[in-house]
């Protein structure tokens, strides 16, 4: 059997009083206006705005709070490794300016390990952040917002085949499935005494040893799609258009909010094609270091 995320309805929810094709829409203008601009200035709009939804959308941070705290550790890290080693934002700036050079007090077969810490290496990586968090914020939204019994109905209302609208709906419902047979997976191993915490050895012995776990969710998955192609096949699914229980209506707000992310992409696009939002570094951190 097929889950979904822990969505549940929530009263006063801001996302959830919209058509979630409009919200599909404006979060597909509001991803590709983000990623016009290195600036932070103008990233910080997209920053704010994605927190605004998230403190209207009435999700509690119990429910998201694995999630959010994956996200920041992830961007964190990425931004952090990308200010060590300066790749990244090669494109995006020519010049740098040095604030001050490390220098490791060994030596690697001749080589001495230095980090330069820059201006523009600094404003690249917190660039970076607000972009991606920003970006991670609206995604991780979906799920928490969007009924899964609408994800089909949705995919097709925006214009895509029967096939691709179904196949959308399986994908968004095959994580929190996978994750539910693998929990169920170890709690029935542990209860006939595997003991997950004492896996030892190197890596191919740990991969070998995880073959109780991996080995029943992989089969249970590989015969729970083919028990979704039987049913589909049994109802000749794909034979020709599709019928869907619910029927999704635009009302007023659901034009507003359309309008609105038109609006962001195309004032996003036309201040790009005018040389604007590009990487930015405060002139006043450039005199500071003599530059």
């Not at 919200?23 to 990233?43: G, N």
């Not at 300016?97 to 690697?108: K, M, S, V």
């Not at 000749?236 to 258009?241: D, V």
């Amino acid at each position: 059997m097929l889950v979904a995320w822990r969505y549940r309805q929530r009263e006063g929810s801001l996302i959830q009083s919209f058509d979630p094709r409009a919200w599909m829409i404006f979060y597909a203008c509001f991803l590709f206006s983000t990623l016009a601009f290195w600036d932070v200035r103008y990233l910080l709009f997209f920053a704010i705005t994605a927190l605004f939804f998230l403190f209207t959308s009435k999700v509690s941070w119990w429910e998201i709070r694995r999630a959010v705290l994956f996200i920041i550790g992830f961007v964190t890290i990425f931004a952090f490794f990308t200010f060590l080693t300066g790749r990244g934002g090669i494109e995006v700036y020519e010049q740098e300016h040095l604030i001050r050079r490390l220098q490791a007090p060994f030596t690697l077969f001749g080589w001495r390990p230095t980090l330069d810490i820059t201006v523009e290496r600094l404003f690249f990586g917190v660039s970076q952040f607000v972009r991606v968090f920003s970006i991670a914020i609206m995604t991780i939204l979906i799920p928490y917002t969007l009924n899964p019994a609408l994800y089909g109905v949705t995919f097709r209302g925006l214009g895509l085949p029967d096939k691709i609208a179904y196949a959308m709906d399986l994908t968004m419902r095959f994580i929190p499935t996978f994750a539910r047979d693998f929990q169920m997976t170890m709690d029935a191993q542990r209860a006939r005494g595997y003991e997950l915490e004492k896996i030892e050895g190197g890596l191919i012995a740990q991969v070998r040893k995880l073959g109780p776990l991996m080995v029943p969710v992989t089969i249970h998955a590989i015969i729970g799609s083919e028990d979704i192609i039987d049913a589909m096949d049994l109802r000749a699914f794909g034979i020709g258009p599709r019928t869907w229980l619910q029927k999704l209506e635009y009302r007023t707000r659901d034009r507003i909010l359309i309008g609105l992310g038109l609006a962001i992409l195309l004032v996003s696009l036309a201040l790009s094609t005018l040389g604007l939002g590009k990487f930015w570094v405060p002139p006043a951190w450039i005199a500071l270091v003599g530059g």
